[in-house]
């Protein structure tokens, strides 16, 4: 199974980008799958979380409002829009999806300028 990640970027502060991730290769069913985030020197923080369907979602407090996690209508596929962004954002984004065991994607840059 692999995750790929993409819709990284430079965006200014206030500005907006929309990450997309799709899993492919072997895996059963529609399961949940997650959006993580790591800043330089932090540790790997959980951003936003969701059911399939978008059954339930999930948000840490730091994004609540201003970003939005959703599933595709294709199995296995996982957006995330970000609105209002700010330089706190900054980081490398990682695509999650979790089948009986964790599955993480490559990674892609947010890079937000004051």
């Known amino acids: 199974v692999q995750l790929q990640a993409s819709g990284g970027g430079l965006v200014q502060a206030g500005g907006s980008l929309r990450l997309s991730c799709a899993a492919s290769?072997?895996?059963?069913?529609?399961?949940?799958m997650a959006w993580y985030r790591q800043a330089p020197g932090k540790q790997r923080e959980l951003v936003g979380r969701?059911?399939?369907?978008?059954?339930?979602?999930n948000y840490a407090d730091s994004v609540k409002g201003r970003f939005t996690i959703s599933r595709g209508n294709t199995k296995n596929t996982v957006y995330l829009q970000m609105n209002s962004l700010k330089p706190e954002d900054t980081g490398i984004y990682y695509c999650?999806?979790?089948?009986?065991?964790?599955?993480w994607g490559q990674g892609t840059q947010v890079t937000v300028s004051s």
């Open positions: 290769g072997y895996i059963l069913g529609d399961n949940i």
């Open positions: 999650y999806l979790f089948r009986g065991r964790a599955y």
């Open positions: 969701a059911a399939p369907n978008n059954s339930s979602t």
